[in-house]
């Protein structure tokens, strides 16, 4: 069975940082497309960012472009989102999903989601 | 693209047959999916392509629609359908979800 694990999670003061990872098993990591989506408390989901499979082609969302870094090392089969200059407002489990093999269809898997907390 | 789902929330009991609506605010074909998600939990992908059922899920659950108009329906609720449900659409990034409908026990 597909499996994604976040990790990296916690809780860092407004303007820190932090890089999350997705460690993805028993699929062929490198074949798939991968996307970060995240939820805030009690709300509903936020597409962030997408990569391509071989890391070439990215996109973000206007919420975090220019302070979120996605990247893969499909040697390691892991997938990274780096966060820096983080606010309150990105307060929110995280969650890694593996794009459907069919394109334009959704993700098929996901992980169990890290939760992030910005405070002071 | 802006995704408007029809209810917010709704209240149904076991055996009803429910429809749940996502708007478009632009076409997107039928490049638009649906999730479920329990609490605790991460989304579950149910509908994809619109009208294709995902493998594993139940046949009581159908979608439909092109172009934006998207409906998804539950045949016939199970306890373990309620939960809250999700379009997205997949036809251009940022890929946009809609805001949610929250499906309760009457």
């Known amino acids: 069975q597909v499996q994604l694990v976040e990790s990296g999670g916690g809780l860092v003061k407004p303007g820190g940082s932090l890089r999350l990872s997705c460690a993805a098993s028993?699929?062929?990591?490198?074949?798939?497309?991968m996307s970060w989506i995240r939820q805030a408390p009690g709300k509903g989901l936020e597409w962030l960012s997408y990569i391509s499979s071989s890391g070439r082609t990215i996109y973000y969302a206007d919420s975090v472009k220019g302070r979120f870094t996605i990247s893969r090392d499909n040697a390691k089969n892991s997938l990274y989102l780096q966060m820096n200059s983080l606010r309150a407002e990105d307060t929110a489990v995280y969650y890694c999903a593996r794009d459907h093999f069919r394109p334009y269809s959704g993700y098929d898997y996901w992980g169990q989601g890290t939760l992030v907390t910005v405070s002071s | 693209i802006q995704l408007t789902q029809s209810p917010s929330s709704l209240s149904a009991s076991v055996g009803d047959r429910v429809t749940i609506t996502c708007r478009a605010s632009?076409?997107?074909?039928?490049?638009l999916a649906w999730y479920q998600q329990k609490p605790g939990n991460a989304p579950k992908l149910l509908i994809y392509a619109a009208s294709s059922l995902q493998s594993g899920v139940p046949s009581r659950f159908s979608g439909s629609g092109s172009g934006t108009d998207f409906t998804l329906t539950i045949s016939s609720l199970q306890p373990e359908d309620f939960a809250t449900y999700y379009c997205?659409?997949?036809?251009?990034?940022?890929?946009?979800f809609g805001q949610g409908t929250r499906l309760e026990i009457k």
């Open positions: 028993r699929f062929t990591f490198s074949d798939y497309f």
């Open positions: 997205q659409q997949l036809n251009s990034y940022p890929r946009t």
């Open positions: 632009q076409g997107i074909s039928s490049y």
